[in-house]
C-alpha cells in the first residue's frame, strides 16, 4: 500500500492529484460511494485565507490520488463559481494536478498567459482537530472552460491517506486518467499541454497527456461516448479511470444497485447518477 508521502511528486515530476464531483448534497453522495464499497471521510470545510470559502467536501482517498465530492454551503464568490459549473451538467467539473512547488507552477503559467490567480492558502479541519493544509493555483475559468483545472501541493498528506480512509472493500486503488470533452482535440490538447508542461501525443482518435502518474485524454463527445457510454457537451470532464484489482467484481456490485453499466472499447463504463453524475471508467 502506497504511504502518504507517495502523494507528493518529486522535484520535476507532476500527478494527476484527484477529481471532484459537483454536487448539491454531500450526503447523499456519500451514501451512493459508501454502498459501492468505498470508505468516504466524514465532512470538512474549506477554508481560505483564514475565512470561509463556502464550500464543503467528502473524499475518497485512493492507492494513487483521490476522488473530491464537493458542495457548494455559503454565499461566496468561491461558492458561486461552483454552482455556475454545476449548472451546465451533473458531474465532474475539477481535475487538480499534483506538484512539488506550487510557486514555482504559478510563475510558469504566469508566463504563458494563463494569468493565476494569486497563489491560495487552503486547509480544512478534520473531525479529530488535525488540519490539512494544501496550496492551490487557481487560474480564470475562461483559460481553461473544460472545467476547473488547477494545481495543488500536498503539505500534510500524512493527515487524510491513512489505512482507515484506504480500507476500500471494492478494491479501487487509484485514479488513473480523466476524459476532457473538446471540439477542436488537437487544439484543446495543445493548451492543456501548455498548461501542464506535458507533451501531446496521438493515440487513435484522441489526444494523450502523460504525467509521471496519471493521464489526460482529449477527444471529441463522439468518440468519448465509444469509450465512457456517454459525455457531456463540450467543454467539459466527461468522466475518468479507476484501477481496481478485481474489476469484474466491482463491475457486478455496481451493477446490482442498478447502475448503467456498459462494456465498451476500454472497459467497464458505469454511468453515475445525478447524485455524483459523471461515468467512471474501470
Given at each position: 500500500?502506497?504511504?502518504?508521502?507517495?502523494?507528493?511528486?518529486?522535484?520535476?515530476?507532476?500527478?494527476?492529484?484527484?477529481?471532484?464531483?459537483?454536487?448539491?448534497?454531500?450526503?447523499?453522495?456519500?451514501?451512493?460511494?459508501?454502498?459501492?464499497?468505498?470508505?468516504?471521510?466524514?465532512?470538512?470545510?474549506?477554508?481560505?485565507?483564514?475565512?470561509?470559502?463556502?464550500?464543503?467536501?467528502?473524499?475518497?482517498?485512493?492507492?494513487?490520488?483521490?476522488?473530491?465530492?464537493?458542495?457548494?454551503?455559503?454565499?461566496?464568490?468561491?461558492?458561486?463559481?461552483?454552482?455556475?459549473?454545476?449548472?451546465?451538467?451533473?458531474?465532474?467539473?475539477?481535475?487538480?494536478?499534483?506538484?512539488?512547488?506550487?510557486?514555482?507552477?504559478?510563475?510558469?503559467?504566469?508566463?504563458?498567459?494563463?494569468?493565476?490567480?494569486?497563489?491560495?492558502?487552503?486547509?480544512?479541519?478534520?473531525?479529530?482537530?488535525?488540519?490539512?493544509?494544501?496550496?492551490?493555483?487557481?487560474?480564470?475559468?475562461?483559460?481553461?472552460?473544460?472545467?476547473?483545472?488547477?494545481?495543488?501541493?500536498?503539505?500534510?498528506p500524512e493527515v487524510i491517506?491513512?489505512?482507515?480512509?484506504?480500507?476500500?472493500?471494492?478494491?479501487?486503488?487509484?485514479?488513473?486518467?480523466?476524459?476532457?470533452?473538446?471540439?477542436?482535440?488537437?487544439?484543446?490538447?495543445?493548451?492543456?499541454?501548455r498548461f501542464t508542461g506535458?507533451?501531446?501525443?496521438?493515440?487513435?482518435?484522441?489526444?494523450?497527456?502523460?504525467?509521471?502518474?496519471?493521464?489526460?485524454?482529449?477527444?471529441?463527445?463522439?468518440?468519448?461516448?465509444?469509450?465512457?457510454?456517454?459525455?457531456?457537451?463540450?467543454?467539459?470532464?466527461?468522466?475518468?479511470?479507476?484501477?481496481?484489482?478485481?474489476?469484474?467484481?466491482?463491475?457486478?456490485?455496481?451493477?446490482?444497485?442498478?447502475?448503467?453499466?456498459?462494456?465498451?472499447?476500454?472497459?467497464?463504463?458505469?454511468?453515475?447518477?445525478a447524485a455524483l453524475g459523471?461515468?467512471?471508467?474501470?
Amino acid at each position: 500500500m502506497r504511504t502518504a508521502e507517495a502523494q507528493k511528486p518529486a522535484p520535476g515530476e507532476l500527478f494527476l492529484d484527484h477529481v471532484a464531483h459537483f454536487v448539491p448534497e454531500l450526503g447523499a453522495a456519500a451514501r451512493l460511494a459508501e454502498s459501492l464499497g468505498f470508505v468516504v471521510t466524514p465532512e470538512s470545510a474549506h477554508r481560505a485565507q483564514g475565512a470561509p470559502a463556502g464550500t464543503s467536501n467528502r473524499c475518497i482517498m485512493l492507492e494513487e490520488g483521490y476522488i473530491e465530492i464537493l458542495a457548494p454551503t455559503l454565499d461566496t464568490p468561491n461558492a458561486s463559481r461552483v454552482r455556475s459549473r454545476m449548472a451546465r451538467y451533473d458531474g465532474v467539473h475539477l481535475a487538480c494536478f499534483g506538484t512539488p512547488d506550487a510557486q514555482a507552477e504559478h510563475r510558469r503559467l504566469a508566463e504563458h498567459g494563463f494569468e493565476p490567480e494569486p497563489l491560495v492558502a487552503l486547509q480544512r479541519t478534520l473531525e479529530t482537530g488535525e488540519r490539512v493544509r494544501f496550496s492551490v493555483v487557481y487560474v480564470p475559468p475562461a483559460k481553461m472552460p473544460e472545467g476547473r483545472v488547477q494545481y495543488v501541493q500536498q503539505l500534510t498528506p500524512e493527515v487524510i491517506w491513512t489505512a482507515a480512509s484506504l480500507a476500500h472493500a471494492n478494491g479501487v486503488t487509484g485514479l488513473k486518467a480523466v476524459y476532457v470533452v473538446a471540439d477542436d482535440p488537437v487544439q484543446v490538447a495543445a493548451r492543456w499541454a501548455r498548461f501542464t508542461g506535458l507533451l501531446p501525443r496521438p493515440e487513435g482518435e484522441l489526444v494523450r497527456l502523460d504525467c509521471a502518474r496519471g493521464q489526460v485524454f482529449v477527444a471529441t463527445r463522439h468518440h468519448l461516448v465509444e469509450i465512457l457510454g456517454t459525455a457531456p457537451p463540450p467543454p467539459g470532464l466527461a468522466g475518468y479511470r479507476l484501477a481496481c484489482r478485481h474489476p469484474e467484481d466491482f463491475a457486478a456490485r455496481c451493477t446490482k444497485l442498478q447502475l448503467p453499466v456498459r462494456q465498451t472499447v476500454a472497459g467497464h463504463a458505469v454511468s453515475l447518477p445525478a447524485a455524483l453524475g459523471g461515468v467512471w471508467l474501470i
